[in-house]
């Protein structure tokens, strides 16, 4: 349900949304100040409308006006916007050109979506940026006016006799997570006290005692706040495993036209009766913002032949194959001639050979010649913001991942590569963070997860792909991914910083200790992969941000 404005309030957010009681509604912001609302909506708890009228409507260092130009914003009835339209109608529908709807784009907010829902609209890799309320800086603990935690009622699985069953596991999940937040907090204060860590000047990046804070007023008090949401984070991280895909989330979209109509189609394409709801609510605000961008967009009888016939065929092929524990990650498929193709696509852009005779001639080279050529190239970069060129583009690499659906929905988020995801499932079992078993939570988690297990063998009997709703998690998924050397280096990179999720630190770090088995010189590209093992690791950038925050402000 979305959230109640009184009539003062109304009047002041009229103009900037296209609706003030819907769940799903667009935004007539300047693009840098909806990106900043997005930005700020990810790590909140409140409605993005609530957002922007306690924190960006009347903030003096933030004047709309200006940014609009002085001027009322454009009406649905205005000439100009008129015009605009008709243009765009006889390109686009008259035309059938495309590339027209890349022209134009929209902001737009989808509040209250499950899991399954948020992953089928992050699925989309180019012309759609996605922002998702994060499980590590918000608790997942809270009601609504009812006092219900906020899951999906899947309608199906509600109006079946598995209601009850449905309603007991989610009711225990959330009242296990609630019931353990504080007390994981407390532990990890007990475990990782403040002068366990390795502390270090957020400024000039020094090392410095916990003496030296505590006898500094101002480092005291940056060290004390980042440490505290430290804290939060990492509690929030290791307790995010009974959260089931059914947890209400919030996902803020920009995408151009052209993106948006395909993940109508795709939306509309889908058997999830949410799905459904979903495009429409969708459709309905997009076209009060880029109206001739998605009118063509519909269910494609296509795209469910494909995906109805695709599995009739698995499950008649592997029908008699017993499903396995692999490692979580498996490295399927990688270019043999990986250097060749590097060194050559290197030279390329001054040469005026071509690129065959090219990959020709650094066949003849020694192995030796080729190593040093690249080292040389590889051992230019300084920091991991330098990035390597696109002669890295030219290797691929393959592969297979098992691990639990939080770190997936971490890794799902890279854009530059081609990712598959199979049903989210109980049948890969799966993972206990190792702070559950320090602090003597195991055993209930353990309950929760059998738990889970059981109602979803009973449901998955009547409603297979909905069964899926009930599912937390820590359990595990298998899903592929193929990404070229260039990407393999830039996620490797970022996702093993020392904040990053312990989780997926390790299975990144898996995945290049992969890659440095089979091509070793080239994995001299990623110079800035942290190998190490970190607790609390997201405190130094927790201090960065607290010394930041005190230079804005003076």
């Given amino acids: 349900m979305s959230e109640i404005f009184p009539e003062p309030e109304q009047k002041l957010l009229a103009p900037f949304f296209t609706n003030l009681d819907k769940p799903v509604f667009g935004l007539k912001l300047p693009q840098e100040v909806a990106g900043a609302l997005f930005s700020r909506y990810s790590r909140s708890s409140k409605s993005l409308r609530r957002v922007f009228l306690d924190e960006f409507l009347g903030n003096a260092d933030l004047d709309l006006e200006g940014l609009l130009g002085g001027e009322t914003l454009v009406s649905d009835s205005s000439h100009a916007l008129k015009k605009a339209r008709e243009f765009y109608d006889r390109v686009l529908v008259g035309y059938g050109d495309d590339s027209v709807a890349q022209l134009g784009g929209a902001h737009l907010a989808c509040e209250g979506v499950s899991n399954i829902a948020a992953n089928l609209l992050e699925d989309s890799r180019i012309g759609i940026a996605p922002l998702e309320k994060s499980t590590r800086y918000v608790r997942f603990d809270q009601k609504d006016e009812d006092g219900e935690y906020l899951f999906y009622k899947e309608p199906r699985i509600m109006a079946s006799p598995h209601r009850d ?243 997936y929905r971490d890794l799902h988020r890279h854009r530059l590569l081609s990712q598959d995801r199979q049903a989210f499932t109980v049948a890969h079992g799966y993972e206990t963070p190792p702070e559950l078993e320090e602090i003597g939570f195991k055993r209930s988690f353990d309950r929760c997860m059998e738990k889970a297990a059981e109602v979803h063998d009973k449901i998955s009997r009547d409603f297979p792909g909905e069964a899926q709703y009930l599912i937390p998690f820590a359990y595990r998924v298998r899903w592929s991914m193929k990404l070229n050397l260039r990407e393999a280096i830039f996620l490797g990179e970022l996702r093993t910083l020392p904040q990053g999720h312990p989780d997926y630190r390790l299975v990144v770090q898996q995945m290049w200790r992969k890659i440095e088995e089979v091509h070793p010189t080239l994995a001299r590209f990623a110079k800035f992969i942290d190998w190490k093992t970190y607790r609390l690791g997201r405190f130094q950038s927790e201090m960065r941000t607290e010394y930041k925050k005190s230079a804005f402000q003076e």
Wanted: proline fraction near 3%; charge should be negative; glycine fraction near 4%.
């Fill in 165 to 407: 069953a449905y309603l007991e596991l989610m009711e225990l999940l959330f009242d296990t997570y609630s019931s353990q937040l504080n007390s994981m907090q407390d532990f990890i204060r007990n475990v990782l006290p403040i002068t366990s860590i390795d502390l270090k000047h957020p400024r000039t990046g020094e090392a410095l005692s916990y003496k030296d804070i505590r006898n500094d007023a101002e480092l005291k008090k940056w060290a004390e706040s980042a440490y505290r949401s430290t804290v939060r984070s990492h509690a929030c991280d290791v307790l995010r495993g009974y959260l089931p895909l059914a947890t209400l989330t919030n996902v803020g979209l920009f995408g151009v036209g052209q993106a948006f109509e395909y993940l109508l189609t795709k939306l509309y394409s889908q058997d999830f009766a949410e799905t459904e709801t979903l495009a429409r609510s969708i459709h309905e605000e997009l076209s009060k913002l880029i109206p001739s961008f998605v009118k063509r967009a519909r269910r494609s009888d296509y795209l469910v032949g494909v995906r109805e016939r695709a599995k009739t065929l698995a499950q008649a092929i592997t029908a008699s194959i017993p499903v396995t524990q692999s490692e979580s990650v498996t490295l399927v498929d990688y270019d043999v001639e990986a250097e060749e193709k590097v060194i050559a696509s290197l030279l390329y852009p001054y040469s005026d050979q071509s690129l065959g005779t090219l990959r020709e001639v650094v066949k003849q080279m020694a192995p030796q010649q080729r190593q040093d050529y690249l080292e040389e190239f590889a051992g230019q970069r300084k920091n991991r913001r330098e990035k390597v060129g696109r002669a890295c583009e030219q290797v691929y690499y393959t592969f297979d991942f098992l691990a639990n659906i939080g770190m």
